[in-house]
């Protein structure tokens, strides 16, 4: 049998994944639910090539991960043949937490964050492992003392990073998000235990980072992509609501379980992670199918919109609506929808979405200068990253 398996990635070409620890883990039924997991929820409304998995996305990771810690030893870092096995571990697994379409229900379905589910999963999975995800774990929580390896896992120039802009922006077409991920690979180095920048490689993480903040207002928060996800939100939503009040039944079995489940005052996963780990896009999908003729004309209304493509409007501006605007809406969606259901008034959704190119401050991305020196990103830039969030309000509401 061959020491590894090969996968034919079609951003990397074949990536190389050993056997042994790192392939039981690929191998794991709560892995392979990423197959089941789309990395973009809902953009392909948008863009329809975006229907690549967190699976893909984990693989294309932990072959980053592999080239860097060989690229870092070539530089006389000292690294372990063990923790290169469980920083590979932890950036192959550091997304396992998502839920259904990704980050468009995080806290809709359950009230944690996903890395916390991540932590929590990957907690489980080591006790099943007879604790041999120990180490990735500490490197994962950034508890290990060799601070750069969680750097690589999670930090503004981290391989999950580098890989989603890859990545995302082949499957979408928006060539905006292509990125010189191999020079910025070979630019780093270590010193004094956090993860440096050579300074030849400054362009290059320039280009890395106007091509983050464009993919955002571009891809991950395109109005319309905001829209589709809004809509699904709000069928959640209504669905939880319509659920508790007994005027509906769930279709899905796993999703029933966990409209039922009601947190602890302490935050213990239990049982909820066997449930959690069973439920996919697919399961959502059915529940919106399910309710398209449900009695509801709010639910139906908004199943219908999701599976036809019968998008709300959109209004996205730096600016907030004004109260003569939101009025008027009001009062349409009065004239339009009050005879059909007495909660019209939650077809209006407002809120601000937000993006951040790069965060300044003690862990931003470090410069190493020819002379040795260690700047902070910050202070050698010219580029126009240093603006601090990206804040734009939406109005949404049926056309």
């Known amino acids: 049998m061959a020491p590894h398996k090969i996968f034919n990635d079609p951003v990397y070409g074949f990536v190389t994944v050993p056997r042994g620890l790192l392939m039981e883990l690929v191998e794991h039924p709560w892995f392979q639910r990423l197959r089941r997991i789309r990395q973009l929820g809902m953009t392909d409304f948008v863009y329809p090539g975006a229907l690549h998995t967190r699976f893909q996305h984990a693989l294309g990771a932990m072959h980053l991960m592999q080239q860097t810690v060989a690229i870092l030893r070539s530089k006389e870092v000292e690294i372990t043949d063990e923790e290169a096995e469980a920083a590979q571990a932890a950036i192959l697994l550091h997304d396992i937490g998502h839920g259904p379409f990704s980050h468009v229900l995080e806290g809709i379905l359950l009230p944690w964050h996903h890395e916390v589910l991540s932590r929590w999963i990957m907690s489980e999975m080591n006790r099943q492992m007879d604790h041999r995800l120990t180490l ?163 639910l139906r209304f908004l199943a219908d919109g999701l599976l036809n493509r019968r998008l709300f409007r959109i209004r996205l501006d730096r600016h907030p609506p004004s109260a003569e605007e939101l009025e008027t809406v009001r009062e349409d969606l009065q004239h339009r929808f009050a005879h059909l259901t007495p909660d019209f008034a939650d077809l209006l959704l407002t809120g601000t979405e937000e993006s951040h190119a790069y965060l300044e401050g003690e862990d931003e991305i470090r410069i190493l200068r020819k002379n040795g020196e260690v700047i902070r990103f910050s202070e050698e830039t010219d580029a126009p990253i240093r603006e601090g969030a990206t804040r734009k309000h939406y109005l949404i509401h049926p056309r």
């Not at 829209?227 to 699904?232: H, I, N, R, S, T």
């Open 136 to 298: 990735a774990l500490e490197i994962f929580e950034g508890s290990h003392p060799k601070r750069f390896l969680h750097q690589l896992v999670s930090g503004q120039l981290d391989m999950d990073r580098v890989d989603y802009l890859n990545r995302d922006s082949f499957f979408t077409g928006v060539h905006e998000g292509v990125i010189g991920y191999d020079r910025i690979l070979k630019m780093l180095h270590v010193v004094d235990n956090r993860l440096v920048v050579e300074e030849k490689g400054v362009y290059s993480i320039e280009k890395f980072l106007i091509a983050r903040r464009l993919m955002y207002w571009q891809v991950y928060l395109h109005k319309t992509v905001l829209v589709a996800e809004k809509m699904l939100v709000l069928f959640f939503r209504r669905l939880a609501r319509l659920y508790r009040e007994e005027r509906l039944r769930i279709a899905s079995p796993v999703l029933e379980k966990l409209m039922d489940y009601r947190p602890a005052a302490t935050a213990d996963p239990g049982d909820i992670l066997l449930l959690f780990t069973r439920l996919d896009d697919h399961d959502i999908m059915q529940e919106v199918k399910a309710q398209k003729d449900a009695d509801d004309f709010l």
